[in-house]
């Protein structure tokens, strides 16, 4: 997911408040595990907010997709 902050300054009387937004991106816990090869090259995420449930946006040989992480104590990696 992409979350939109607003930070806003108070204005005085003088002058009006000041907001600044900013984009931040959504980072799940966990590590990318090993790239794989996969037959087709393509960028199905760009970060982890736009995977489902706990899966990251991981790097593949040719791309970026959706994978489950590798957790300490997993062996999948």
Partial sequence: NL????????GTRSSSSRCLTIRVH???PG???KPK???V????????G???????C????CGHACSEPYRKGSRRY
């Fill in 3 to 10: 979350y939109h902050v607003r930070i806003c300054l108070a």
């Fill in 41 to 48: 090259c393509a960028e199905s995420c760009y970060d982890d």
């Fill in 31 to 33: 590590r990318c595990p």
């Fill in 50 to 56: 736009q995977c489902p449930a706990t899966k990251k």
């Fill in 26 to 28: 959504a980072v799940k």
């Fill in 37 to 39: 090869k996969i037959p």
């Fill in 58 to 61: 991981c790097p593949t040989t």
